[in-house]
């Protein structure tokens, strides 16, 4: 039986960093427009969904063509609002494409979902790119990953990790192949029913990292690694940012 995939693109207007940042304009369209657009282009997604508790997204969403289902205002989480959509709609395999994620493409996206239709022993999944400055790596914006010889996760830290006892600053990623954290989740629909009946860690508190509830439960995350740069958006100023990712 073939595996349905669903993608869903939690989405708020409570930004702290950035309030509505969902819909601030770029090149004439609210910047969650680009989100969905590229996600859009994946061959494996079925279906897509925008999730919101707000009527201002719904509306925008709904103009530029997207498939909305409205949320419970109280998530603390995106994937916790994933999780209800999760509940409505069913699905295999779901993704938990965070908004403010630019510059992911369909290809990377397929690549992982494909690998978990192959083998159904990876539970999540996510993916990670190469650090290559300091301002990602010593950015807490910019999450960083440890993983192990088979490319499962080990933790995720707003801090840089590992720590280098004997760091070089003009060598450090010579010295270390520092990780850094793109914005998306591989559920297989179990996995994600039980993440929403979970009780927040106190791990995940302290570092305002959800997928930290994964991992202090002993579900393994699977990483795969991409060459694609992604963009965080966390001001208004970062948006000219986007030129680089969208051409």
Same mark, same amino acid.
């Given at each position: 039986?073939?595996q349905?995939?669903?993608?869903?693109?939690?989405?708020?207007?409570?930004? %702290?960093r950035?309030s509505?940042? &969902?819909?601030?304009?770029?090149?004439?369209?609210?910047? /969650?427009?680009?989100?969905?657009k590229?996600?859009?282009?994946?061959?494996?997604?079925?279906r897509?969904?925008i999730?919101? *508790?707000?009527?201002?997204?719904?509306? !925008?969403?709904?103009?530029?063509g997207?498939?909305?289902v409205?949320?419970?205002?109280?998530? =603390?989480?995106?994937? *916790? =609002? &994933?999780?209800?959509?999760?509940?409505?709609?069913g699905?295999?395999i779901? /993704?938990?494409?965070?908004g403010d $994620?630019?510059?992911?493409?369909?290809?990377?996206?397929?690549?992982?979902? !494909? !690998?978990? %239709?192959?083998?159904r022993?990876i539970?999540?999944a996510?993916?990670?790119?190469?650090?290559? *400055? +300091?301002?990602?790596?010593?950015d807490? $914006?910019k999450?960083? &990953?440890?993983?192990?010889g +088979?490319?499962?996760?080990?933790?995720?830290?707003?801090?840089?990790?590992?720590?280098?006892?004997?760091?070089?600053?003009n060598?450090?990623?010579?010295?270390?192949?520092?990780?850094?954290?793109?914005?998306?989740?591989?559920f297989?629909?179990? &996995?994600l029913?039980?993440?929403?009946?979970?009780?927040r860690?106190?791990?995940?508190?302290?570092?305002?990292?959800?997928?930290?509830?994964?991992?202090? $439960?002993?579900?393994?995350? =699977?990483?795969?690694?991409?060459r694609?740069?992604?963009?965080?958006? *966390?001001?208004?100023?970062?948006?000219?940012?986007? +030129?680089?990712?969208? =051409?």
């Amino acid at each position: 039986m073939a595996q349905q995939v669903l993608a869903v693109i939690p989405a708020r207007l409570g930004s %702290k960093r950035f309030s509505g940042k &969902v819909l601030y304009p770029w090149r004439g369209k609210p910047l /969650l427009f680009w989100v969905h657009k590229t996600v859009a282009r994946s061959k494996l997604i079925d279906r897509l969904i925008i999730a919101t *508790d707000n009527d201002e997204i719904e509306r !925008a969403a709904i103009g530029f063509g997207a498939e909305v289902v409205r949320t419970s205002s109280k998530h =603390r989480t995106g994937s *916790d =609002r &994933v999780a209800e959509v999760f509940d409505k709609l069913g699905g295999d395999i779901v /993704l938990n494409i965070q908004g403010d $994620n630019f510059g992911l493409t369909g290809s990377a996206l397929d690549r992982v979902i !494909a !690998a978990m %239709k192959r083998d159904r022993k990876i539970e999540c999944a996510t993916l990670v790119n190469r650090i290559v *400055d +300091d301002c990602e790596l010593f950015d807490p $914006n910019k999450v960083k &990953v440890v993983v192990d010889g +088979d490319s499962n996760v080990l933790w995720f830290s707003r801090f840089p990790l590992p720590y280098l006892v004997r760091a070089e600053e003009n060598n450090r990623f010579e010295q270390f192949p520092f990780l850094g954290h793109i914005g998306v989740y591989f559920f297989r629909g179990a &996995v994600l029913r039980q993440f929403a009946r979970w009780k927040r860690s106190p791990l995940e508190k302290a570092e305002s990292l959800e997928q930290l509830r994964i991992l202090a $439960n002993g579900v393994g995350i =699977r990483a795969f690694k991409t060459r694609i740069r992604t963009v965080s958006v *966390d001001s208004p100023d970062d948006v000219k940012k986007m +030129d680089g990712v969208y =051409r």
